[in-house]
């Protein structure tokens, strides 16, 4: 052999090797034995090998390991949360039916299903999120699937997910849950009735702000063959690399998780009390929309918190967000380092009026002590309060 040939002929090493960490499988081509097993590869998309588009050791390893947290017999992977949204919307919805969708729904969702399923004669219709049983009022024959997302982007509103679930299953239409928030940690979207529980793993479940990723799960084989087939005819898979990186993000989920939660918990009474601050929003909080269900249904909350300011603070909003300097500014959340969000001036939604006219600030509470995030969070109140002070006083 030649060494031209030698530098690709590589022999593997021999002897055991298990490693405690899922091993990186990178892979576009997978390699037969025989033609017969290359030529009925096509069966192998659900269960064994075929392309590296379609599923690794690593990817499958995750897929399992989200399926056993959700309750679930079957989960697949997609490159974002927006992307798993999407496929299993435009799986389950045909041109002239409807598909419905909660009015505090994650922001990229209004426009795809105005300027992207309208395209298609696919009709979306946003609803009350406060609905809960008289979702039934909306179910004519035309819908065929409905979303819940609880608790909703940005106000944090909690659905009574069994009443809607009990609603839609009456009339034979599927349902599917966001469940970025709770993570199958908090909720388990499947045993409340729904049909597909969707996340954003690049929120808790990753966990370090650095991956993007969004995973389904679902208990129907049916259902399961029909979202990976579709996943194959939009071109969607993840690499190796990025699932080891959820992979490494999930071991430590729980104890993040209670951490993100207990911190949370102990900043809500400096927040509730201040004077700048018209509404808090976090399930825990018994003024909070739909509590009583977040009680019933979730097992703990997380370290997400909405703030509804007094409309004087807009004047200094920037500057008193600016001055939090334990919390990035930024859009997404549920890593290791706190983070804030400013909301876009006014929230679009078009079933349900805007809950207040001030500000809307939301913090996603990461791993810092909570007397560091305090001390950040009332440098960025006190700055709030001064307008306040210099209005009352004329100047
Ligand atoms: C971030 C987010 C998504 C989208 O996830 P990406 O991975 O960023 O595409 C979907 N739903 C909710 C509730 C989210 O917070």
Request: glycine share 8%; charged share 20%.
């Amino acid at each position: 052999m030649h060494d031209d040939t030698k530098c690709l002929k590589v022999p593997v090493a021999n002897g055991t090797f298990a490693s405690l960490s899922v091993p990186v499988h990178r892979a576009s081509t997978i390699v037969f034995d025989s033609v017969e097993a290359y030529q009925n590869r096509r069966s192998a998309i659900y269960d064994g090998y075929s392309y590296g588009l379609y599923g690794t050791p690593t990817a499958r390893t995750l897929e399992n390991a989200i399926a056993a947290i959700e309750g679930a017999s079957r989960a697949l992977v997609l490159p974002s949360g927006f992307a798993a949204i999407a496929l299993t919307t435009l799986t389950f919805a045909a041109a002239g039916q409807r598909v419905l969708f909660p009015d505090n729904a994650y922001d990229t969702v209004r426009p795809f299903a105005d300027r992207f399923l309208g395209r298609l004669g696919i009709k979306p219709l946003f609803y009350d999120p406060l609905i809960g049983g008289n979702i039934e009022s909306l179910l004519d024959s035309s819908v065929q699937l409905v979303w819940v997302e609880s608790p909703g982007s940005m106000t944090l509103e909690v659905q009574d997910i069994p009443a809607i679930t009990s609603a839609c299953r009456a009339k034979g239409i599927l349902t599917a849950a966001d469940n970025t928030y709770a993570t199958p940690l908090r909720c388990k979207p499947l045993a409340l009735g729904v049909d597909i529980s969707v996340c954003a793993a690049s929120k808790y479940i990753s966990g370090h702000s650095d991956v993007v990723m969004g995973s389904i799960a679902v208990n129907d084989e049916a259902i399961f063959r029909q979202l990976k087939d579709h996943s194959r005819f939009l071109g969607q898979g993840v690499s190796a690399d990025e699932a080891s990186l959820v992979l490494r993000g999930m071991e430590t989920m729980a104890v993040r998780l209670d951490r993100c939660e207990q911190t949370a918990l102990s900043l809500l009474d400096l927040l509730v009390s201040h004077e700048a601050v018209r509404e808090v929003r976090h399930p825990a909080l018994s003024s909070n929309p739909g509590h009583v269900f977040w009680m019933r249904d979730f097992t703990g909350s997380t370290g997400l918190i909405t703030l509804f300011l007094e409309p004087w603070t807009a004047p200094v909003l920037a500057p008193a967000v600016e001055a939090m300097k334990q919390f990035a500014i930024g859009a997404s959340w549920g890593g290791t380092k706190s983070v804030v969000a400013v909301l876009d001036q006014p929230p679009l939604r078009t079933a349900t009026a805007s809950p207040h006219d001030g500000p809307v600030v939301r913090l996603s509470i990461g791993l810092e002590h909570s007397d560091d995030l305090a001390a950040s969070l009332q440098q960025g109140l006190d700055i709030l309060l001064s307008v306040r002070a210099t209005a009352k006083t004329g100047k």
